[in-house]
């Protein structure tokens, strides 16, 4: 938590000083100059905005998770034993939306590097 708030003070530091340096050199090369050079920036600002929305949206892959309706299980990378038990319970199909549906249990489990047993209880 301290490095978080270290990084969003020391964020609000540069831009505070970024933007008094960039209104000293407007107003130290005039107005109309300024303007010319503002339009520049805005355009390179936008192009950036645009490449990172796009990067966003092929990093977010499509959208749409897994909705589970029962239990849900997530086992990766385990060394040794590992025992899920899980109360059998009806699992409803969970309501409409983007994604994967599951209407039961779902365990998910790998690299698990001993036995694995699973055991459903009443």
Aim: proline share 5%; aromatic share 6%; no cysteine.
């Amino acid at each position: 938590m301290r490095r978080a708030k270290v990084l969003i003070w020391s964020g609000g530091l540069v831009a505070v000083v970024g933007f008094a340096v960039l209104a000293m050199y407007m107003a130290s090369v005039g107005w109309d100059k300024a303007d010319k050079v503002a339009s520049v920036v805005n355009l390179f600002v936008a192009l950036a905005g645009v490449l990172v929305a796009v990067w966003g949206a092929v990093a977010a892959g499509g959208g749409g998770g897994l909705r589970v309706g029962g239990s849900y299980t997530d086992v990766r990378k385990v060394k040794g034993s590992v025992v899920i038990r899980r109360r059998s319970r009806p699992g409803a199909l969970p309501a409409p939306g983007p994604g994967t549906a599951v209407g039961g249990n779902y365990d998910r489990v790998s690299g698990v590097d001993g036995p694995l047993h699973i055991e459903d209880e009443p």
